[in-house]
């Protein structure tokens, strides 16, 4: 029963408490599993009809938890199908807030970076995922709790570089903290696997009492 659209160029977010199932919804758009009852679409047409990599092509994943492998920052970042040019690796790595990480490494981004990323901290690679998927340029992003290990600035940094740089995609952001989500053009509010509320932060405040529970409890990371 949760039914949604996610137009182009838009920002869609996603909160609730543990285990109300926005992790899932995130996993059916990208196909990691298939719904049992119902469908899910992108572009009009149900994902079940899509190839594998044609699907892929068009999805920018960044997961929950970040995956980096041994090699260097340039390979971490342009990984993922076609080859990457410079410029578009040096644009991902500018939007995801890693260009000062990057300038301090001894080679740039020709650097190594350790087997797991045991070098980097956990801000920094989840950036690096999120660069990774920035570098694929694709239509849709999809950002499960993607931003958990980033301090409140550089936080809203990537949101204003991600808004600027990837304005005709249309992002769905899966997270635990308001102040992530607080200008998404919509927010649905999960709880037990159903949508209890949806609108605008400010329309949510007002409507919903799970919403405004859990803004209530964070409004200490707020900045007005």
């Not at 070098?119 to 709790?145: E, M, T």
């Amino acid at each position: 029963d949760v039914t949604f659209r996610a137009e182009p160029g838009s920002t869609l977010a996603i909160i609730g408490p543990t285990a109300s199932g926005k992790s899932t919804i995130i996993s059916l758009i990208a196909r990691l599993y298939d719904a049992t009852e119902g469908s899910v679409s992108v572009g009009g047409r149900n994902v079940r009809e899509y190839r594998e990599d044609d699907l892929d092509s068009m999805i920018g994943y960044v997961p929950q938890t970040a995956v980096v492998f041994t090699g260097s920052m340039k390979d971490n970042v342009g990984y993922g199908g076609k080859a990457r040019s410079d410029e578009m690796i040096e644009r991902a790595i500018r939007v995801a807030q890693l260009s000062e990480l990057v300038e301090r490494m001894p080679d740039g981004v020709d650097s190594d970076v350790s087997q797991h990323g045991w070098n980097l901290s956990g801000g920094q690679k989840q950036r690096l995922s999120i660069a990774r998927a920035v570098c694929k340029d694709p239509p849709i992003y999809l950002f499960d709790d993607s931003f958990s290990a980033l301090d409140s600035r550089t936080d809203r940094n990537l949101r204003e570089a991600l808004k600027k740089e990837t304005a005709g995609a249309t992002k769905i952001i899966v997270a635990q903290r308001v102040g992530t989500i607080i200008d998404a053009d919509e927010i649905l509010v999960l709880d037990e696997g159903r949508v209890v509320g949806s609108g605008t932060h400010e329309e949510l405040m007002a409507a919903c009492p799970l919403y405004r529970e859990i803004a209530q409890s964070q409004l200490e990371d707020f900045d007005d």
